[in-house]
């Protein structure tokens, strides 16, 4: 059984502060990671995703991987209200499918 | 616009009655996947269909089936509809990006269902 960690939260940050978000797995195989954010009452939408170690970046977002820890993290600089959401980390070992976290809850306070 | 379609949105059922959960996907993607999310679980993996005609158990199989009728429809049964049952299901499907070797998967907008 994969497992895939994050902290429930919920993790409230200011309006224009930077957000990170954490990500734990066991399966040292695992080979492509996924951060996904989902709105209350809404699907999963694909934010970011990353395969190498090291830090990949797209706009205010910032995802992070470090295999040798098995972790990945995501960063979000200038969080908005908007990005007040359920994160949730992915991750894909061997065939295509993916293992996800159960969500940190984020909440950006104005 | 392109993406996974997913019907019914809402459903309740009474516990023993049967029922199919449909989704499309008019992506071209040779993968679909069904999941259930239920609060402080996250997201479970059913059943998946890797490519057309193949379909194969995930994490939580038990009573349900799947048919993958073609490549754009995965259909999701439930036989006899359990309270435990109650979640809200999502199917997704995904395609390698060839350039970059990286899986992404796009949702459904997701079925609530209730069994009573």
């Known amino acids: 059984q994969k497992e895939v960690e994050q902290n429930s939260g919920p993790l409230s940050v200011p309006e224009g502060a930077i957000a990170s978000l954490n990500c734990t797995y066991s399966?040292?195989?695992?080979?492509?990671f996924f951060w996904y954010r989902q709105y209350s009452g809404k699907s999963p939408e694909l934010i970011m995703s990353?395969?190498?170690?090291g830090d990949k970046e797209d706009g205010r977002f910032t995802a992070q991987l470090n295999k040798a820890s098995q972790y990945v993290s995501l960063l979000i600089r200038d969080s908005q209200p908007s990005d007040s959401a359920t994160y949730l980390c992915?991750?894909?070992?061997?065939?295509?499918?993916?293992?996800f976290g159960t969500g940190t809850r984020l909440t950006v306070i104005p | 616009n392109a993406g996974v379609t997913q019907t019914p949105k809402f459903q309740v059922l009474k516990t023993g009655q049967s029922m199919t959960l449909q989704c499309a996907q008019d992506?071209?993607?040779?993968?679909m996947y069904w999941y259930r999310q239920d609060p402080g679980m996250g997201l479970r993996l059913i059943y998946y269909?890797?490519?057309?005609?193949?379909?194969d158990k995930g994490e939580v199989p038990n009573g349900y089936n799947v048919s993958r009728l073609n490549k754009r429809e995965f259909s999701l049964r439930l036989e006899s509809a359990a309270p435990s049952q109650t979640s809200v299901y999502f199917c997704?499907?995904?395609?390698?990006?060839?350039?970059?070797?990286?899986?992404?998967?796009?949702f459904g907008s997701g079925t609530r269902l209730t069994v009573v």
């Open positions: 997704a499907s995904s395609d390698r990006d060839r350039g970059r070797g990286v899986y992404g998967y796009t």
């Open positions: 399966d040292r195989v695992s080979q492509s």
């Open positions: 990353i395969y190498s170690n």
């Open positions: 992915a991750v894909r070992t061997g065939a295509n499918n993916l293992f």
């Open positions: 992506m071209n993607h040779n993968s």
């Open positions: 269909s890797a490519s057309e005609g193949t379909t």
